[in-house]
């Protein structure tokens, strides 16, 4: 089978596109024919082995030279190939979606039957593939807004961001987004009742939410900006600039420090996936709650123009990988 295929660390040349072995369905599993599949800034993070520190964390997914599988990619949607033993709900045929922890970027995927779940009805591969990851991120951000509450979201204009406008709005919050000139419209076309273009204007107020996605101001900043009841939430993944020892990784070990002494609550939660959360997240787009926004398509053999774009350009929402 094609596939995406990286051995040692660094840029989006290090990927290549190469025939592989195709994978067989082990005890509970699915195997998938992929027909989408789409990038985050995991991706990235893991083919440039940054932060650094993250090779010594998971080593699961970072080796000492290069990722620790060989095939990129999480998001995935497409068709159950084959389903290894112990699988029973699902069959050959049936139109599915999921994360897996590597292997997306390629025709077919062998991944847990825990991961996977019936592909949302009234979605393409392109925009179910778009879900998963920063769906259930966000998800797991904002499960403690309530209806009234002030939401600021900061990276609003990315692929959890525009997911995170959503789903605040449909907890009845108020939100105000923070994103570039470029994504102001958008932001405020989501329903946003308040967009801030960074590149212009400080961000007015405290909130009882501040939901960090970019992960790119000082932690005492942050906490100006929330209400001494409310809720500072940091899950930014950062820009690449040139490679880093911590990373977001710092901020957020701070920010776990200083819960001990500041009146705020800071959470830095950790979103895990699973077909029960698949399964709320195709709900929420059944009922028209969220949707997916695709920002670019590129297909298999050009994930390397599509990351390097990811990376490089600040790309809005979601891009999507077309596999078959």
Known sequence: MKAIVQQVY?????????????????????????????????????????????????????????????????????????VGAGVTDLRPGEEVYGESISGAFAEYLAVDRSVVAAKPAGLSFAEAAAVPLAANTALTCLRHVAAGDRVLIIGASGGVGTFAVQLALAAGAEVTGVCSTRNVELIRGLGAARVVDYTRDP???????????????????????????????????????????????????????????VRPTIRVPMANQSSAALDELRDLIDTG????????????????????????????????????
Do not use: C
């Open 203 to 261: 961000v007015p107020g405290r909130y009882d939410t501040v939901l960090d996605l970019a992960g790119s101001r000082r932690l005492r900043e942050l906490l100006r900006l929330v209400e001494p009841t409310g809720t500072l939430v940091l899950s930014g993944g950062g820009n690449y600039t040139g490679g880093s020892l911590f990373g977001p990784i710092g901020l957020m070990a701070r920010a776990q420090l200083s819960r001990l002494f």
């Open 289 to 324: 709650r969220i949707r997916p926004i695709i920002d670019r398509t590129y297909p298999l053999d050009e994930v390397p123009a599509a990351i390097h774009y990811l990376e490089t350009e600040h790309a809005r929402a979601k891009i999507a990988i077309t596999v078959g």
């Open 10 to 82: 660094g840029s989006s040349a290090m990927l290549e596109v190469a025939r592989v072995e195709r994978p067989v369905a082990g005890n509970g599993q699915v195997l998938v024919r992929v027909r989408a599949a789409s990038l985050n800034a995991r991706d990235w993070h893991i083919m440039r082995g940054d932060p650094r520190i993250a090779r010594w964390m998971d080593r699961s997914v970072f080796g000492r030279r290069g990722p620790a599988q060989p095939i990129p990619g999480g998001d995935f949607a497409g068709v159950v190939e084959s």
